[in-house]
Each structure stands twice: as C-alpha cells, then as structure tokens.
C-alpha cells in the first residue's frame, strides 16, 4: 500500500504541472459550457423541462477523447525517456505501479468532473429557486443527477483503464493515443448499432455491440436516474481486466 501511495503522489504533482492536463480541463470545461448555455437558451426560449444530466452525458462522449490525452504518458513516456527501468528497479510489484498511476490518473480525471457541479448547482438555483413564473421553474430530480454522477465516476474509470492499457503497449504517446482513443469510439458507437439498417448488421451483432457499449451502460440506467448493479459491474470488470492486462504487459518488459 505504501508504494501504491508514492506512486500515486508522484502521478498527481506531474498532473498539476503538466501544460497537457490543464489544456484538457480548459478544453472540456470550454465544451461542457458552451453545450450548457446553448441548451439552456433553447429550452428557456421553446419553454421546455431542463435536462439536468446533460452536462454529463456530453462529458462522457468528451471522454472517449480526452481520457487517451490524459493517459498516454503514463507509460509511454516512462518507457521512452528510460525512467520506467528505474522504477522497475525499485522495490515496488509491478502491480503497485499499474495501480498508482491509474488512481493518479481517475483522480485528477474526478477533479474534472467535480468541476462540472458549477453546470448543476447553476440549473438547480434556475429551476428550484428561480423566481416565479420563470420558464424554466420546474423542480430538478436531484437523484438522478445523483445516479448519473455515479454512472460518470465509474464510466471513467473504464476509460482511463483502456488509455492506460494502451500506454504500456508502445513507448509512443501518440500512437497509444490513437489507439486507446479509436477503441473507445467503437465502444461508444456500439450504443447507435440499432440504427444500422437490419441489412447490413443482424439483431445479434447489434446486441452484442450493445452489450460491450460504454455508453449503453450509462444512457440506459445512470442517466435515467437507476443505479443498476449489472451496469456497475460492467465499468468494473473493465477496469480490472484493462489493469491485469496493463500489469502483464509492464511484467513483459523485465524479459526484454
């Protein structure tokens, strides 16, 4: 536990004097307020209930992008600048490094999502203490937002598992980028398959698309206000299986 420790401070101080993790909070704060305003203008100019989990379900497509930027160094960068044999010689299982640098990494990515608070805290004083007579005064179900911060908290946990996975496969951040980002798109679109004419793909490829779906996970329960345990289950079994491949590929490089 000790050395899970050091490995974690160590990958949270690299977070916060990093340009690249700064640059992703702007850029996703940016996208998430822009989303915000927009929405909130339309719906209180056609007077329509607000979405209060719509932050949220845009910050999860933001992920599929932004988790692979937050994790691409982790390894990549270790292997490439030779520090990574230096921490192999340390006195630290290679498990204990596979788990530091990811709960560094699912830390900093909750900093990201404490910060969407602002979005819900700002509909919140609109629609259950706005004034009367305001167009969008209509009381927000606080526990789906509840539910949905759940769904986004393991959601990106799964996504910054695959990143990492992917980190410890090549010495290229940019190359595990691509790669960690193009699996999570297909398992983002894997949701939208039903759309897909039956012509080109069976009912059966369709649902098994759905099953391995980040998204279906989320959308289907989280986002509706449910905490089904299956859908947990899911998030975690990805993050476990990403984490054990990741340990195995970093066991690898001893052999070298």
């Not at 536990?1 to 974690?8: C, D, E, H």
Request: net charge neutral.
């Amino acid at each position: 536990m000790r050395n899970i420790w050091t490995i974690f401070k160590r990958e949270i101080r690299q977070y916060f004097v990093s340009p690249i993790a700064y640059l992703v909070a702007f850029a996703v704060l940016l996208l998430l307020g822009l989303s915000f305003n927009t929405d909130l203008d339309y719906r209180v100019a056609n007077q329509l209930r607000p979405d209060a989990t719509l932050v949220l379900s845009n910050f999860a497509f933001l992920m599929v992008f932004f988790a692979p930027l937050l994790t691409m160094r982790l390894f990549a960068e270790e292997a490439r600048e030779g520090t990574l044999e230096l921490l192999m010689t340390m006195p630290t299982r290679d498990v204990d490094l596979v788990i530091g640098k990811f709960l560094g990494a699912w830390v900093y990515y909750c900093v990201l999502l404490a910060l969407t608070l602002v979005f819900e805290g700002a509909l919140l004083s609109i629609t259950n203490f706005g004034p009367e007579g305001f167009p969008l005064r209509s009381r927000v179900d606080i526990g789906q937002i509840i539910a949905a911060y759940i769904g986004i908290f393991l959601y990106g946990g799964a996504t910054i598992a695959i990143g990492l996975m992917f980190s410890a496969m090549t010495e290229n951040q940019i190359v595990a980028a691509f790669l960690s980002m193009a699996v999570l798109l297909m398992l983002w679109v894997g949701d939208i398959a039903g759309l897909v004419p039956a012509s080109i793909l069976s009912t059966e490829v369709v649902e098994a698309l759905r099953v391995i779906s980040l998204q279906s996970h989320y959308s289907s329960s989280f986002l509706r206000g449910l905490i089904v345990l299956e859908d947990m289950y899911f998030y975690i079994a990805i993050m476990v299986v990403s984490l054990f491949v990741t340990t195995r590929l970093v066991e690898s490089r001893r052999w070298r």
